[in-house]
């Protein structure tokens, strides 16, 4: 038994040649799924008797479990368990007049910004393509009618060091065959590895998404102590490539700041951001995004006046740049706060499968 989420179009119709299916049922298989979110094979009511028992008896839908949601009042957490026991979350995000998911590419990260809650497991494993993708299946199918129109990669995870996964959905999020969301509305963020970026650059797919980028410092020295990935991807470098990126005139790249008190928030610093962007200014926005605290790391997130304060110095610097401020803030952590939770709560689950805990 396979994912038949795992497939793009392509494979699918080779897969159904060889299942002695006609390949042209894979649009129509994928249609169901894709887009009118039906993943029980038995109401694909275009589907012959016969065939549908061939697709029961060859593929699976979801890998993902749902396992628990956390309201807060501008978004939802949802839960999921992989069926090898793992944690995966991602959050709906309710803006003004559009539904925003952030997805996981990992479980884990082994990127270790010191900042963030996720890597202090280390890295678990990739995610595979239908895992990615089952997250936007549940909580679009949950949320029906409403539409999720704008995807971010942006949860658990580097997803450009699960390269071919991510590629694969987003293949899929984006095709017409597929879930058909706007390339401008899809967006891949990432601590900035070099090499894959470039890669990201010089891919027909992948160049067509939104690219982010986490900065987080204005300088290589504290860029190393908040990001050690820094040391191998150096800031100067990084920049680079981004100022050289081959987006067409008038598209940005965002540049995210995850302002922390005390560490990055100095005007100086928005002094020295400005300063490393330089003339490119075209080229890019500046997202600042407050700091979540969590309660083992030693971060503050700063008052609101010192990240307008931050923000004005950017402005006049002639920088595009906002605040990303979330209402639902109660639920979020650094990314994985959440997750870290359940890894607890897993733990103590599997003890009591193993008749290690009473209750
Ligand atoms: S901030 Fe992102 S890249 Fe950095 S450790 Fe956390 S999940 Fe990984």
Redesign the pocket.
């Given at each position: 038994m396979e994912y038949i989420t795992s497939y793009n179009l392509e494979e699918l119709r080779e897969r159904l040649a060889k299942l002695g299916m006609e390949k042209y049922r894979a649009v129509q298989i994928l249609g169901w799924i894709y887009k009118k979110f039906q993943t029980d094979f038995d109401h694909m009511t275009d589907i012959s008797k016969e065939n549908r028992k061939l697709l029961k008896e060859n593929f699976f839908v979801h890998p993902l479990e749902l396992k628990e949601e956390v309201q807060a009042e501008d978004s939802t957490k949802y839960l999921f368990r992989t069926s090898d026991g793992y944690t995966v979350e991602s959050v709906l995000i309710k803006e003004r007049d559009h539904l925003t998911l952030c997805v996981s590419s990992q479980i884990g990260?082994a990127?270790?910004?010191k900042f963030?809650a996720?890597?202090i497991d280390g890295l678990v494993r990739n995610l595979r393509t239908e895992e990615i993708l089952d997250q936007f299946l549940h909580i679009q199918m949950k949320i029906l009618p409403q539409r999720i129109r704008n995807v971010v990669f942006m949860g658990?995870?580097?997803p450009l060091a699960n390269y071919e996964n991510v590629r694969k959905a987003v293949e899929i999020m984006v095709s017409p065959w597929g879930i058909d969301l706007s390339k401008r509305r899809v967006s891949v963020s990432t601590?900035g590895i070099v090499a894959q970026i470039k890669r990201m650059s010089e891919d027909p797919i992948m160049k067509e998404v939104n690219l982010a980028v986490?900065i987080n410092a204005p300088s290589q020295q504290l860029r190393e102590l908040l990001?050690p990935i820094s040391k191998t991807n150096d800031l100067s470098t990084l920049m680079k490539i981004l100022k050289d990126y081959p987006y067409p005139k008038g598209r940005r790249i965002m540049l995210e700041y995850v302002i922390i008190k005390g560490i990055n928030d100095k005007e100086e610093d928005a002094l020295s951001l400005a300063r490393l962007i330089g003339k490119y200014k075209s080229k890019f926005k500046v997202n600042l995004i407050p700091y979540n605290p969590d309660p083992d790391l030693p971060y503050e997130r700063p008052s609101l006046e010192d990240i307008y304060k931050f923000q004005k110095v950017l402005w006049e610097n002639g920088i595009s740049a906002f605040v990303r401020l979330s209402k639902g803030v109660n639920i979020f952590g650094a990314?994985?706060q959440l997750r870290k939770r359940d890894v607890i709560k897993l733990r103590e689950w599997k003890e009591e499968k193993a008749g290690l805990r009473s209750s």
């Amino acid at each position: 038994m396979e994912y038949i989420t795992s497939y793009n179009l392509e494979e699918l119709r080779e897969r159904l040649a060889k299942l002695g299916m006609e390949k042209y049922r894979a649009v129509q298989i994928l249609g169901w799924i894709y887009k009118k979110f039906q993943t029980d094979f038995d109401h694909m009511t275009d589907i012959s008797k016969e065939n549908r028992k061939l697709l029961k008896e060859n593929f699976f839908v979801h890998p993902l479990e749902l396992k628990e949601e956390v309201q807060a009042e501008d978004s939802t957490k949802y839960l999921f368990r992989t069926s090898d026991g793992y944690t995966v979350e991602s959050v709906l995000i309710k803006e003004r007049d559009h539904l925003t998911l952030c997805v996981s590419s990992q479980i884990g990260c082994a990127v270790g910004c010191k900042f963030c809650a996720t890597a202090i497991d280390g890295l678990v494993r990739n995610l595979r393509t239908e895992e990615i993708l089952d997250q936007f299946l549940h909580i679009q199918m949950k949320i029906l009618p409403q539409r999720i129109r704008n995807v971010v990669f942006m949860g658990m995870g580097e997803p450009l060091a699960n390269y071919e996964n991510v590629r694969k959905a987003v293949e899929i999020m984006v095709s017409p065959w597929g879930i058909d969301l706007s390339k401008r509305r899809v967006s891949v963020s990432t601590s900035g590895i070099v090499a894959q970026i470039k890669r990201m650059s010089e891919d027909p797919i992948m160049k067509e998404v939104n690219l982010a980028v986490s900065i987080n410092a204005p300088s290589q020295q504290l860029r190393e102590l908040l990001m050690p990935i820094s040391k191998t991807n150096d800031l100067s470098t990084l920049m680079k490539i981004l100022k050289d990126y081959p987006y067409p005139k008038g598209r940005r790249i965002m540049l995210e700041y995850v302002i922390i008190k005390g560490i990055n928030d100095k005007e100086e610093d928005a002094l020295s951001l400005a300063r490393l962007i330089g003339k490119y200014k075209s080229k890019f926005k500046v997202n600042l995004i407050p700091y979540n605290p969590d309660p083992d790391l030693p971060y503050e997130r700063p008052s609101l006046e010192d990240i307008y304060k931050f923000q004005k110095v950017l402005w006049e610097n002639g920088i595009s740049a906002f605040v990303r401020l979330s209402k639902g803030v109660n639920i979020f952590g650094a990314c994985g706060q959440l997750r870290k939770r359940d890894v607890i709560k897993l733990r103590e689950w599997k003890e009591e499968k193993a008749g290690l805990r009473s209750s």
